[in-house]
């Protein structure tokens, strides 16, 4: 009966409310051991009631290729998966954190290219945070399925202070990562307040009874015992209280933002890349092969599409300046646009392309247009 309760509740939401589909959270903390996984059940039921396109994504950090093949293959059927990898190995990259799950990672673009053109990283190594094997093959599984992110509630909320990617790090850097995630093949996340680099943080709160906030608040603060810049109890004391107002209040988000500079550079840089991405980066079922994705030196990755003998290659410095060889490029390539335009970043520093190479005077990403 609990079970058929929690299944029917998923139909509820479908039938009674009308949702377009369902985010089920932490699937990989769901003990169950049945024949028929209630993520499947789910997954099956609420098709088979809805009559209409019903889009379903789980959260799960285990990297299961099954959850997201097909029934007739032995799958769950689910539409879509958190792909955390390339969320972690960026920050990696981009902003240094090592504790954590972060351990398992490196900051390297070779291992960024490797989780773009596979889906995730993890297919099965030994991860060093978890003291297990983690992950499954997820060979022949459309891009589409994976969702990837630079940000999302989790990723900030579980932070300490709620900072977001672009607190921590230049805007040049963000911008050029920005690029990195609308130019993947897989589908992007977009987490509230990120497409114009919002000042608000986006802070853990609560609305707890007295006792049950007293408790939220005091093992929250535990949480962070284990990280290096909490080891002092003064500073763990100093972490935002969620059950304050005060901590919901700082987590709004100021919409008017993304009219003032430097933000509505940000903004438009964002509506740029989704337009590009609608024009020409569509990726169908299947059409992994058509996104060639590799790491041009220890900085640099290189996300090249194809349509006939047309090509778009989106070329993102992620660390420093420097010089990218880009061989095999020919002679009439040109610049689409680079994330230091005037229009997304005043006074800022564009790379330049000049005989096959990209001379990069800070972290940017250059679109590059050419034919075959």
Known sequence: MVRRFIVENAMHWIDEYHADGLRLDATHALADDSPTPIVAEIVAEVRAAAGRPVMIVAEDHRNLATMVREPEEGGWGLDGIWADDFHHIMRRILAGDSEGYYEDYRPSVEDLAATLRQGWFYTGQRSRHLSAPRGTDPAGIAPRKFVICLQNHDQIGNRAYGDRLHHSIPLAAYRAASAVLLAAPMTPLLFMGQEWAARAPFRYFTDHTTELGRAIVDGRRKEFERFSAFRD?????????????????????????????????????????????????????????????????????????????????????????GTVELPGLPSHARVLFTTEDPEYAPGGLPPELSRGRLHFPTTAAVGIAFTR
């Open 233 to 321: 109890p003064a500073l763990r004391e100093r972490i935002p209280s969620p059950q304050d107002a005060a901590t919901f209040e700082a987590s709004r988000l100021d919409w008017s933002e993304a009219a003032m500079p430097p933000h509505v550079g940000v903004h438009r840089l964002y509506r740029k890349l989704l337009g590009l991405r609608e024009a020409g980066l569509r990726v169908a079922d299947g059409a992994r092969g058509r996104a060639a994705i590799e790491a041009v030196d220890a900085d640099t990755l290189s996300i090249e599409y194809a349509a006939g003998a047309s090509r778009l290659r989106i070329v993102a410095r992620l660390r420093g300046a």
